[in-house]
């Protein structure tokens, strides 16, 4: 059974800063590993996708890393922003359409 | 191009009653995924159906039902609603061409809350 695990919940920090934000799977036959953003009460808004042949993805400030092998995946936001605050969440997805979320990490960017 | 849409985006219900929640996917799309997401949680998985057939289901008690009309929209039907039903109910959609799997793009959800 996959479990998806992201540490911390919560992160607050200056703006400006670079951030690596972790996500962390236990069975690594995965077929895709996808990072999304949740504002307050809204959906799910995809930033990065990466297929498991992949080792990285990059979008603007935003850059995902997946190594398969040790169960691991990196968000890497250079130079936040007051509006990169929001939550998270990392979702790992096997052989169906079916994703499995971490719970996601809380990011607040201060001006 | 529209996005994948949800109704209601808010409901109020009281324990025992029934809800059905709408979900009209991306145009093209064909498989539509139900998703629970309780406050502080990550989404759970619900349902998924594919050309009108359930393809998965989640953990949840026989209370969750769904279907898929063949316009590909969905509705998701909660019967008995408990209070622990109260969360934001997420749909999904993907193309699913040939079989192969694609990536997933959410809708905004609907609120549901139970009294």
């Known amino acids: 059974k996959q479990e998806v695990t992201q540490i911390p919940a919560a992160l607050s920090v200056p703006e400006g800063e670079n951030l690596v934000l972790n996500c962390s799977f236990t069975?690594?036959?995965?077929?895709?590993l996808q990072w999304f953003r949740q504002d307050p009460g809204k959906g799910l808004t995809s930033l990065l996708l990466?297929?498991?042949?992949?080792r990285e993805q990059t979008s603007g400030r935003l850059n995902a890393s997946l190594d398969k092998s040790s169960g691991r995946s990196t968000l890497y936001i250079a130079a936040s922003q007051p509006g990169d605050s929001a939550t998270y969440l990392c979702?790992?997805?096997?052989?169906?359409?079916?994703?499995?979320f971490g719970k996601g990490m809380k990011l607040t960017v201060n001006p | 191009d529209a996005g994948v849409t949800q109704s209601p985006t808010h409901l109020i219900k009281t324990r025992g009653q029934h809800v059905t929640l709408r979900c009209s996917p991306i145009s093209g799309h064909k498989s539509v995924s139900w998703y629970q997401q309780v406050l502080g949680q990550g989404p759970q998985f619900i349902f998924q159906y594919y050309e009108k057939e359930e393809r998965g289901r989640g953990n949840f008690p026989d209370r969750f039902s769904a279907r898929q009309f063949p316009n590909y929209s969905s509705e998701l039907n909660v019967n008995a609603l408990l209070l622990g039903d109260s969360a934001l109910y997420l749909c999904a959609s993907s193309p699913r061409d040939r079989g192969l799997i694609q990536p997933q793009h959410f809708g905004d959800g609907t609120r549901l809350s139970i009294l």
């Open positions: 979702a790992a997805q096997g052989g169906s359409e079916k994703l499995v």
């Open positions: 990466i297929q498991s042949s992949q």
């Open positions: 069975d690594s036959a995965i077929y895709n």
